[in-house]
């Protein structure tokens, strides 16, 4: 009998499929979230997506419980969705994600959802079941699922073509970098649809009286319209493993796609910039745009002393981990560690050939929990650690400070408000880098002065 290499994750660096799919669903106008599944699946994505957007998030739930893993969830789905039209008197669609336990006991949530507009219990409310168990992926993979099954539910054969310029399908950024990305398009005077935008649903201001369903979100009439685009670009080069948004407009309706890495660091929002003025024929930068960009150029050069040779671990999402590594590599850094939670050996090939050239290569980890960063990062001897909150116990265990950075921050404040695209977002982290390195520095002269 062959031997096969069994290993128990610990604390995993990822989250589930089906809160990927939640969090895009924020994104969406006048939506409400039904999870198939039980009370404490809605209570745990509740508890993240809080604690990281400060915000409340409503989650219907169908409470599957020990009988309906037997019987089947159709009759707690027949009245949730009840339960919701009854109360959300201005919702316009549903997304029901699924759960491991909904997909173990087989529910077969498309069939179900059919039964009930037969019935005609589901109003004129859209309703768009996503496949989501945790099994399947992380909430990267849960995320683009959710949005694509959104588009397929939705968009609408086009009557006319070209009729706007862009379609952005972001990745997973905080609501301050959608906003961010918002203007600099405006700047270049790009008409774009943005799907999801959690801009505001993620991150609104105070209200006289709580909204059940919060305003925001990409209206459902522009996603139906998403195939007059003339163009789409999508952010975040580990969806090409997936059928997206991008792959199915394209081959549905001919709607060219240009997928690019998160536009973080120089290179990256250069890319994202080059491309917008190849798109409006344009062959020069706005004055305010560059002049932008030359603040970023100053403040690397000003930088360089304190980060160059520096080598932090980097660890999180596949696009995420694969952008802040470009950007650290303009700034002269040798990372020592670069860490990704989901499956996605194409990223570490990417990882691989980015930084072939250093002379002290990192260790590359994929599906990695976080005792295997922890062992990678004692014996790379990493100074720095950039990541979610989750590596606390790193920082705390082994005294290496950590720049949180991602999804999810849940134990600082402002986490909706983190930018890091653009040049810009390239700006606040360079300074958090660095401000890190010289706070560390510091504090060992203090310890050496007994000061």
């Known amino acids: 009998m062959a031997e096969h290499e069994y290993k128990a994750v610990v604390n995993p660096c990822k989250l589930c499929m089906p809160l990927g799919a939640v969090l895009a669903l924020k994104g969406v106008e006048a939506t409400v979230i ?12 509740r508890r993240f997506l809080g604690g990281h957007f400060n915000e409340p998030v409503d989650i219907a739930s169908t409470a599957l419980t020990e009988k309906d893993a037997i019987y089947g969830g159709g009759s707690n789905l027949e ?35 059919e039964k009930l507009k037969k019935e005609g219990k589901t109003a004129s409310v859209e309703v768009v079941p996503v496949s989501t168990p945790s099994y399947a992926g992380t909430h990267l993979e849960g995320y683009y ?17 070209n009729c706007y310029d ?46 059940l369903i919060p305003e925001g979100g990409t209206p459902l009439t522009q996603i139906r ?22 792959d199915y407009l394209l081959k549905e309706f001919a709607v060219p796609l240009e997928r690019i890495p998160l536009p973080v660091g120089l290179k990256g929002t250069d890319r994202l910039v080059g491309q917008l003025l190849r798109l409006k024929g344009l062959q020069s930068l706005p004055a305010e745009i560059e002049k932008e960009r030359n603040r970023l150029l100053d403040a690397m050069v000003d930088a360089h002393k304190v980060l160059f040779g520096k080598r932090p671990a980097i660890y999180g999402d596949a696009d995420l981990v694969e952008a802040l590594t470009g950007f650290a590599l303009e700034l002269g850094m040798q990372p020592a560690v670069l860490s990704i939670g989901g499956d996605n050996p194409e990223t570490v090939q990417r990882l691989e050939q980015l930084t072939r050239n250093l002379t002290r290569r990192p260790v590359i980890l ?21 990541g979610g909150s989750d590596g606390e116990y790193i920082e705390r ?5 950590l720049v949180r950075t991602g999804f999810p921050v849940d134990d600082r404040f402002g986490s909706q408000r983190q930018l890091i695209v653009g040049y810009e977002g390239a700006m606040r982290l360079l300074d958090l880098w660095a401000n890190a390195y010289l706070e560390l520095e510091q504090k060992k002269l203090r310890r050496e002065t007994k000061c």
């Open 225 to 246: 319209r998403l195939a007059q685009a003339r163009y789409t670009m999508q952010m975040g080069l580990s969806s090409s493993k997936l059928e997206t948004v991008g």
């Open 166 to 211: 862009l379609n952005l399908i972001p990745g997973i950024i905080s609501p301050a970098d959608i906003r961010y990305l918002k203007r600099l398009l405006a700047t270049i005077e790009v008409e774009a649809v943005f799907f999801p935008d959690y801009s505001e649903t993620l991150d609104g201001g105070a209200t006289i009286s709580y909204p």
């Open 366 to 386: 994929n599906r990695a929990d976080f005792t295997e960063i922890r062992q990678a990062v004692r014996q790379s001897k990493a100074d720095l650690l950039i």
């Open 34 to 45: 039904l999870l198939h599944g039980s009370q404490g699946c809605a209570t745990y994505m």
């Open 145 to 161: 699922t959710a949005i694509y099954q959104i588009a397929k539910h939705l968009v609408k054969p086009p009557q006319q073509k």
């Open 79 to 113: 009245r949730a969705f009840a339960n919701i039209l009854r109360q959300y008197q201005s919702v316009q669609m549903i997304g029901i994600p699924t759960t491991c336990l909904a997909e173990t006991i087989g529910d077969d949530v498309e069939l179900m959802v």
């Open 397 to 401: 265990t082994e005294g290496i400070p």
